[in-house]
């Protein structure tokens, strides 16, 4: 039914060869399609085909390198802001600015400056960075070891100064409650420990009757000079009549200061000059205004006074005698005249009459 093809005619040289070669490409693109077949990879199907390939995977490589680029980049600057931080930090670690340059201290009075240092524990040239990280255990640990601290803030200063400022409560003196002697403080609290003498380092305070007294007084008190009160022994606190708040002040130096609750704290501070040009030991009266005088003056005036008082005396008996005598030297002469009076009557009486 079919008829059979004839054979091929036999072909020249050229032409057999040009089909030899047809096949061989033919059996190359055969073993690529089944070499990409075998990786997953769909055979290209055309030549359009392949350049869109060509060209999406050249775009890809350079959207990688652009990644790869740009991450370098900001590696770098991230390597290299480190790197400049490390290097400021050591700059700065070696200069003055990274340490302290000074410690002081302020609010103190009775306490001692070098003590409040050194329980700090704060040195020239530490590191300042570990002042905000020690600030709270300083701070507690100097007011722990004084009870005479109220407050202790630490505060950092300009040009890298550390102050620590406190506020005291100090003992000021010592107060009598039934016979035994407690010390009070600034604040007018008394200690509920106590002895049965005052042991000399301060000054006992007499005579104040209620807590507003002595506040009033410790408020001023706490504010003298540290040279005038270690010099002060004792305070009475002696009303009169006419100075209601007089107080006096017994000098460890044998002197006595007279003054008022008023105006003795802003006077009191002259007491070293004043005792200073004093030739002998006597009293400091700064109630009105300021003198002083020796104890010698004041007995004189007293004898003085008390020979006033007896001269007076004697001045009004002299006196009252001298009338005394007066009078008596008066009643003989009364009694003449009414003698001589009768007299001349009984003679008017016997004369004869005309």
Same mark, same amino acid.
């Given at each position: 039914?079919?008829k059979? #093809?004839?054979?091929?005619?036999?072909?020249?040289?050229?032409?057999?060869?040009? /089909?030899?070669?047809?096949?061989?490409?033919?059996?190359?693109?055969d =073993?690529?399609?089944?070499h990409?077949?075998?990786?997953? @990879?769909?055979?290209q199907k055309?030549? $359009?085909?392949? &350049?869109?390939?060509?060209?999406? &995977?050249?775009m890809?490589?350079?959207?990688?390198? *652009?990644k790869?680029?740009?991450?370098?980049?900001?590696?770098?600057?991230?390597?290299?802001?480190?790197?400049?931080?490390? *290097?400021?930090?050591?700059?700065?670690?070696?200069?003055?600015?990274s340490?302290?340059q000074k410690?002081?201290?302020?609010?103190?009075? !009775? +306490?001692?400056?070098?003590?409040?240092?050194?329980?700090s524990?704060?040195?020239?040239?530490?590191f300042?960075?570990?002042?905000?990280? $020690?600030?709270?255990?300083?701070?507690?640990?100097?007011? #722990?070891?004084?009870s005479d601290?109220?407050?202790?803030?630490?505060?950092k200063?300009? @040009?890298?100064a550390?102050?620590?400022?406190v506020?005291?409560?100090a003992v000021m003196?010592?107060? =009598?409650?039934n016979?035994?002697?407690y %010390?009070?403080?600034?604040?007018?609290?008394?200690?509920?420990? @106590?002895? %049965?003498?005052?042991?000399?380092?301060?000054? +006992?305070? !007499?005579n104040?009757?209620?807590?507003?007294?002595?506040?009033?007084?410790?408020?001023?008190?706490?504010t003298?000079?540290?040279?005038?009160?270690?010099?002060i022994?004792? +305070?009475?606190?002696?009303?009169?009549?006419?100075?209601? %708040?007089?107080?006096?002040?017994?000098m460890d130096?044998?002197?006595?200061?007279? /003054?008022?609750?008023?105006?003795?704290a802003? #006077?009191?501070?002259?007491?070293p000059?004043?005792? /200073?040009?004093m030739?002998?030991?006597?009293? *400091?009266?700064?109630?009105?205004?300021?003198?002083s005088?020796?104890?010698?003056?004041?007995s004189?005036?007293?004898?003085?006074?008390?020979?006033?008082? =007896?001269?007076?005396?004697?001045t009004?008996?002299?006196?009252?005698?001298?009338?005394a005598?007066k009078?008596?030297?008066?009643?003989?002469?009364?009694?003449?005249?009414? #003698?001589t009076?009768?007299? %001349?009557?009984?003679e008017?009486?016997?004369?004869?009459t005309?």
């Amino acid at each position: 039914m079919f008829k059979k #093809k004839k054979k091929d005619t036999q072909l020249t040289p050229w032409a057999a060869y040009q /089909a030899k070669q047809a096949k061989s490409k033919k059996s190359w693109r055969d =073993i690529i399609r089944i070499h990409q077949a075998g990786n997953g @990879h769909t055979p290209q199907k055309n030549v $359009k085909e392949n &350049s869109n390939s060509n060209t999406n &995977s050249v775009m890809s490589r350079l959207t990688a390198n *652009v990644k790869e680029f740009k991450l370098g980049r900001i590696s770098w600057i991230v390597i290299g802001s480190i790197a400049l931080i490390l *290097v400021l930090v050591g700059v700065f670690l070696l200069t003055p600015i990274s340490r302290i340059q000074k410690v002081t201290v302020s609010g103190n009075k !009775r +306490v001692d400056s070098v003590q409040i240092v050194q329980k700090s524990n704060l040195e020239k040239n530490q590191f300042i960075f570990n002042l905000g990280l $020690k600030k709270a255990d300083i701070q507690k640990r100097v007011k #722990k070891s004084n009870s005479d601290l109220k407050t202790v803030v630490v505060q950092k200063q300009k @040009h890298n100064a550390v102050n620590i400022k406190v506020t005291e409560n100090a003992v000021m003196g010592f107060v =009598i409650r039934n016979g035994k002697y407690y %010390t009070i403080r600034q604040d007018g609290n008394v200690i509920a420990v @106590h002895n %049965t003498q005052p042991n000399g380092k301060f000054p +006992v305070f !007499r005579n104040f009757t209620n807590d507003s007294q002595i506040k009033d007084f410790l408020s001023k008190y706490s504010t003298l000079p540290n040279e005038v009160q270690d010099s002060i022994s004792e +305070v009475d606190f002696a009303p009169t009549k006419i100075t209601p %708040t007089k107080l006096k002040f017994y000098m460890d130096d044998g002197n006595q200061v007279l /003054a008022v609750m008023r105006t003795f704290a802003t #006077k009191m501070k002259y007491y070293p000059g004043i005792s /200073a040009s004093m030739k002998k030991k006597g009293i *400091v009266d700064l109630e009105v205004g300021a003198f002083s005088y020796p104890y010698s003056m004041e007995s004189e005036e007293n004898e003085l006074g008390a020979t006033n008082v =007896i001269d007076k005396g004697n001045t009004k008996n002299q006196i009252d005698s001298g009338l005394a005598k007066k009078k008596t030297k008066a009643k003989p002469k009364t009694n003449e005249l009414k #003698k001589t009076k009768k007299k %001349t009557k009984k003679e008017n009486d016997l004369a004869p009459t005309n």
